[in-house]
């Protein structure tokens, strides 16, 4: 079997998959509610609870799979993007695990990960297919031919990322931390007609959310209290609807243009239950493996080729792709 750790953000994950891509156990811890009071996630604050988590979070997983580290085939690591220091928390456990038991290790893409989590059971989707890739630090629109080279990119955002947009505009709205979830929830009791977000139209297939943000910021200054209070559900189910269109136009688009035979969507946005019901006869990632989670981890692993033992000690994390 395989154990995957993953550290790029706030969530610190382990999990165990076999190599036909069975989850056995999949934990995540996630750091949302430490990061809450200041509207976002502070890097070194994040580092610190990875370094506090990663042991016991293994542990679990373990236990909940009834597996002992002597199980263990393989350990999968996302190296990057994300932010350094947390990401070298779960480098450094990876590194530990695997020279302790003279295993190879495979270096995980973040990115490579959200789309691999379509590769497990049951939905195990097979390529080549156009991938809606939706996070809270990238918008891609992905041309996946294969389960393991580089897709080919066909847009991506010039400015923020989806799930950028609903954190900022969940932040307006003085809703909660990460900001996503809460505009879905509020979203379903108010009206998304109610307000008109346009979003700019960029050309080709790329995104821009930078606008939308802007609109809501104009929407809601310098008004009242009681007023925000009132149209808080309107104006979140008007942004979501903004966003949300964005997303689908561009993949239809995107479809259309490639003659993809077959779509899916996989990120933490993915979990948007107004994006699930737009993207009819799209692949939706499952619920529990839309944000950041350890068995996509593993599962990019089955497809990476591993670093035998004891090659990987100067394995180094990136931040950025670029
Ligand atoms: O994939 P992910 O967990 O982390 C990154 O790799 O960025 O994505 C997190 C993003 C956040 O921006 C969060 O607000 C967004 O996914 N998100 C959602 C929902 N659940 C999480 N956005 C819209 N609707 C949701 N239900
Ligand atoms: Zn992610």
Redo the contacts with the bound molecule.
């Keep these: 079997m395989i154990l995957g750790l993953e550290t790029?953000?706030?969530?610190t994950a382990a999990a165990l998959v076999t190599h036909d891509g069975a989850i056995l156990t999949n934990v995540v811890s996630s750091q949302a509610e430490l990061h809450a009071r200041y509207g976002g996630v502070v890097p070194e604050v994040a580092s610190r609870r990875h370094l506090e988590l990663v042991t016991p979070v293994i542990r679990e997983a373990l236990a909940e799979a009834k597996a002992e580290l002597g199980d263990v085939e393989l350990v999968a690591v996302t190296t990057g993007p994300?932010l350094i220091g947390a990401l070298l928390v779960g480098v450094a456990a990876a590194k530990a695990i695997a020279w302790a038991r003279r295993l190879p290790l495979a270096a995980v893409d973040?990115?490579h990960g959200?789309v691999a989590s379509l590769y497990l059971q049951p939905v195990a989707l097979e390529p080549p297919f156009l991938c809606l890739l939706?996070?809270?630090?990238?918008t891609l629109l992905l041309d996946v031919r294969d389960h393991g080279s580089k897709p080919r990119v066909l847009g991506t955002t010039i400015d923020d990322?989806?799930?950028?947009?609903?954190?900022k505009g969940?932040r307006l709205l003085g809703l909660g931390?990460?900001?996503?979830?809460?505009?879905?929830?509020l979203a379903r009791s108010g009206d998304p007609q109610a307000f008109d977000f346009p979003v700019a139209r960029v050309p080709g297939l790329d995104f821009s959310f930078s606008g939308v943000k802007t609109a809501l910021l104009y929407a809601v200054r310098d008004k009242q209290a009681a007023w925000l209070e009132a149209a808080r559900p309107d104006l979140a189910a008007s942004y979501?609807r903004a966003?949300v269109r964005a997303l689908v136009e561009r993949t239809q688009q995107a479809a259309e243009q490639t003659g993809a035979t077959k779509a899916a969507v996989?990120?933490?946005?993915?979990?948007?239950?107004?994006?699930r019901a737009s993207l009819g006869g799209a692949v939706l990632a499952p619920l529990p493996l839309?944000?950041?989670?350890a068995a996509m981890i593993a599962s990019a692993a089955r497809y990476v080729e591993p670093l035998p033992y004891p090659g990987y000690l100067g394995l180094d994390a990136y931040a950025s792709t670029a």
Excluded at 266 to 275: D, K, Y
């Design positions: 790029s953000c706030d969530e994300g973040h990115l959200h939706a996070s809270g630090g990238h990322a989806a799930g950028e947009a609903f954190d969940a931390y990460p900001g996503g979830a809460e505009i879905d929830r979501q966003i996989v990120g933490g946005v993915a979990a948007n239950s107004e994006l839309c944000t950041d989670n």
